[in-house]
């Protein structure tokens, strides 16, 4: 398997979004200082019209939906990672469980309180990293018959926050993520994690983007020939 084409861009954020990342006092607080690399590639994959429709959720397979993907991604590391206020959110249990007894007994606690709070990212953060594959503004533009320097893609828990992708030519390095190597059963052991961001986003140290290019490479076959 060949080096895939390594596209540097540039993510940032235009409306507020947020994951149940980090636990903290009555809720969550969104890991802000990265974007995993999995939702990256299901987002850029999600604009670009690549993703199947359907009606339900197939079963969770990452390493089947990633190989299918045209692309894949690198973590994008903030450059200005910054939270919002925590805001309240209400589960509204009457309308998505009803009041069975087993149900509203939960309420108090954890993931079914009726209210909790968010903190989401707000808009204007920068996140930098890699698509590894096709180069996607030349496939968009190809697609739209003109000049596509910037996409729109989905990102956040049910979708909720936008972000602009942009090329950034200057970006030279971009981290990999190890539990997604591992997902692909490559030997991890000789890739020592830098950052330990949570379980799922396990992070090299930075490197160029033709030594990560290569790696990636080797986890899965690409179209080749799609250069810049």
């Not at 409306?15 to 980090?22: A, C, D, K, M």
């Not at 697609?143 to 992708?165: D, F, P, Q, V, Y």
């Not at 990999?176 to 692909?184: D, E, I, M, R």
């Amino acid at each position: 398997m060949g080096a895939p084409v390594a596209t540097p861009v540039r993510a940032v954020s235009l409306t507020p979004f947020h994951y149940h990342s980090l636990a903290v006092p009555s809720g969550t607080a969104t890991l802000s200082s990265y974007l995993a690399d999995r939702s990256m590639s299901y987002a850029l994959a999600g604009a670009m019209g690549a993703l199947a429709a359907s009606t339900a959720l197939p079963q969770k397979d990452y390493r089947r939906d990633l190989e299918a993907l045209p692309w894949l991604c690198s973590a994008f590391e903030a450059q200005n990672p910054r939270l919002l206020p925590p805001i309240g959110k209400r589960l509204n249990l009457d309308a998505e469980g009803g009041y069975q007894k087993k149900l509203m007994d939960a309420t108090g606690t954890g993931n079914l309180k009726t209210w909790f709070y968010i903190q989401e990212v707000p808009p204007g953060v920068a996140y930098e990293g890699a698509v590894f594959g096709p180069d996607p503004f030349k496939l968009a533009s190809e697609a739209e018959g003109r000049k596509i320097e910037s996409l729109i893609l989905r990102t956040g828990r049910h979708l909720g926050g936008l972000i602009e992708l942009r090329r950034a030519p200057e970006i030279e390095e971009a981290r990999l993520n190890l539990h997604t190597a591992k997902l692909f059963g490559a030997e991890v052991e000789a890739m020592q994690a830098d950052v330990f961001a949570l379980y799922d986003i396990q992070l090299t140290a930075p490197m160029k983007l033709a030594a990560a290019a290569e790696i990636v490479g080797s986890w899965r076959g690409f179209q080749m020939g799609a250069s810049a």
